[in-house]
């Protein structure tokens, strides 16, 4: 196979029309060049969308317990730092949820909005699924698969099936 696992996602970021990342209490693993997947997804998605305008970047942080919060391990303070700097950037929105079902409700918004603000066709350029950073190739399916599904758990596992087809 040769080369970094990493790089053939960040060739799917390079040719994506949306990103999705969605946090809680870890970041991932090293990728060799930066500390986590989550890092060098967004770096790349960032690069390419200050260039280019596209891909368009939904970030979702889920609401971390206080007891974590105020005790934070390694891979929470590294979630907690990178929602910090996004914050003080102040260059992208992002939403923040609960539970799966509020993710559930304001996933479904966002796509909305997305696909209304798409041209026709769309829904057939892009794929990839790696841990919580999602990249989608055909956004049809998963339109889908949220309005079908009675919550994000089975979302979360159709991503997967989606990936292994």
């Known amino acids: 196979m040769g080369g970094r696992p990493q790089e053939k996602i960040n060739k799917d970021l390079n040719n994506c029309e949306l990103v999705v990342i969605i946090l809680w209490m870890r970041c991932g693993v090293t990728t060799g060049i930066y500390s986590s997947g989550i890092e060098e997804e967004f770096t790349v998605a960032k690069k390419r969308y200050n260039e280019t305008k596209k891909p368009e970047i939904h970030l979702f942080f889920r609401d971390i317990p206080d007891d974590r919060?105020?005790?934070?391990?390694?891979?929470?303070s590294r979630v907690l730092k990178f929602?910090?700097?996004?914050?003080?950037a102040k260059e992208l929105l992002f939403s923040r949820y609960?539970?799966?079902?509020?993710?559930?409700?304001?996933?479904?918004?966002?796509?909305?909005?997305?696909?209304?603000?798409?041209?026709?066709g769309i829904s057939e350029k892009l794929k990839h699924v790696d841990g919580m950073a999602l990249?989608?190739?055909?956004?049809g399916w998963l339109y889908e698969q949220i309005n079908d599904y009675d919550n994000a758990e089975k979302v979360y596992e159709a991503y997967a099936n989606c990936y292994k087809k």
């Open 69 to 76: 919060r105020l005790n934070p391990d390694d891979h929470i």
């Open 98 to 120: 609960e539970n799966p079902e509020g993710w559930k409700k304001q996933f479904r918004i966002q796509l909305n909005n997305w696909f209304d603000r798409q041209p026709f």
């Open 83 to 88: 929602k910090a700097e996004i914050e003080s």
């Open 135 to 139: 990249v989608y190739k055909n956004l």
